[in-house]
């Protein structure tokens, strides 16, 4: 949600704050701006659309300058256009800030503001900053002072970069639940909403923590403080992974890429963590909590989008093996709804980004309560993975197109893990143990495997490129697949498509089946079966058309519906992980077909740091 850039060192900025801002725009792109000190004058374009349409704008004016800051947009507050992108400033243009968050109470602040002849140019609450600092720099304060006393006043979420004129050899920035990164180069400082923005430069970076705020200087470095004016030792943190793995390596899209990268990531989330002698697994970052870990009884999974859906998986797969009761709830929900959390009782936040504000505050409510919370997470160094006592990252490296693919496998994947560690704590025996290590260890090769599924699934798109609704069924551990499948082809085709549990049908969506309505079942041969088939036998004498994603060598199936797909078999718990693929491919080739922007597509963003 809005992405920052911010520069300050004795290179042109322009071009490090624009390549910076082309890796964040998966956190919106509704606008984008930049602001370059220029002789002690702020010098501002922005643009409304994607970051080239600011790019194209900043050709024909071109800007110069050693410090800068960024921002690419995602709506909140105003209308995207250009009057509302970012950066914003004072009445006289001598504050420029870029901010990434809400600020709850801007419009208390805005009529404080305006009662003291404060004339606002747009309807966003990011000016409210600005001319809030200009109005307590008035007083005796200097900058830094009136910066940080008007954080103080704020209520809400940001993270903030500025630069003045009033001290223009100074980049300050600001985080409260939005993330901001900072980069240490060779006498020269960068400043991102995430590290990919400014690996190309550096890989030393220090994560700023909610209530800290950092003034970036050459002659002083980067000091880190609260707003409360106390000075902060910060560790600086080498990030490991190469910048060849957030590009799209020859792939037209990034989502393409990160369907196909399924065996590599699925492999490398079980790395280092089979022991297929003993039938255990082993996750490290679960150390210091594994006894509570082991002991709780009762588990409690909160995420929000895909991450949920991989959370209904773990839900099952926990309660079959390891017989203890679960519960999955969207984020959203659980952080309001004031939840019966015992203390011996364990919280699994899921979250690719770690940095979704529900979850985050899902997390914050848990421990209040006492649970012991651990974090599933892919965004190494992300709040939640910072925030929680252990957990597990998914290593699923750089998830860059919007819809979330490799996460929610890898996510899956360290489910299971964790499943088979409890488990084997219980009642697992260590035959089953070895059995499932055995074939996690063979799962990659199959991912693979059911990756040649490309060619049918893209004759299946051609067939239904045209169609505008779409029914998504599965059972078992197959029905929050279901549910996956269609936000897929839902978020990046806009195709309406709705997933169900395949029984469920027969109450309510099967009114709407016809000849025009493609039903996609997911058939794969496990105990569900045989019901299953029953199901595409009411489908089908509705005159439904069916698409079904079949077991190999499925000959029944293949006579009775109008396209299979098949792909590899597994355990039953684990099937997720092959059945969600066709079901990637096809969101992806229809979205193409239709001609979507399959890795920006409309009003979504990557992370979702406002509630
Ligand atoms: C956004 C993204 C989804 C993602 C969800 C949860 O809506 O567009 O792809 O599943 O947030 O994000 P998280 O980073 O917490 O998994």
Redesign the pocket.
Known sequence: MCGIVGYIGKRDAYPILINGLKRLEYRGYDSAGVALTINGHIDIQKQVGKIAALEELVEGKPMQGTVGIAHTRWATHGEPNQRNAHPHTDSNGDIVLVHNGIVENYDALRTMLAEKGHVFRTETDTETIAHLIEEIHKTELNFEEAFRAALQELEGTYGLALITSHDPGKLFVARKGSPLVIGIGENEYFVASDASAIIAHTRDVVYLEDGEIAIISLESGHVTKTIMNEVIEKKIERITYDLERIEKAGYSHFMLKEIYEQPRTVADCMRGRLLPEEGLTHLGGLTPIKDKVIRAPKIIIT?????YHAGLIGEYMIEEYCRLPVEVEYASEFRYRDPIIENDHLVIA???????AD?LAAVREAKRKGATVMGLVNVVGSTIARETPGGTYIHAGPEIG???TK?FTSQVTALALLTVMIARSKTMSAEMGRRIVQELKILPQKVEEALKCDAQVQQVAREFKDNTNFLYLGRGYNYPVALEGALKLK?ISYIHAEGYPAAEMKHGPIALIDKDMPVVFIATRDSTYEKIISNIEEVRARKGRVIAVVSEGDEKLKDMVEFTIPIPTTFNFLQPILSIIPLQLLAYHMAVLRGCNVDQPRN?????TVE
């Open positions: 995420a929000c989008g895909t991450s899921i979250s690719q980004s770690g940095e979704t979850t919007v819809a979330s996460a978020e979504l963003a990557k992370s979702v």
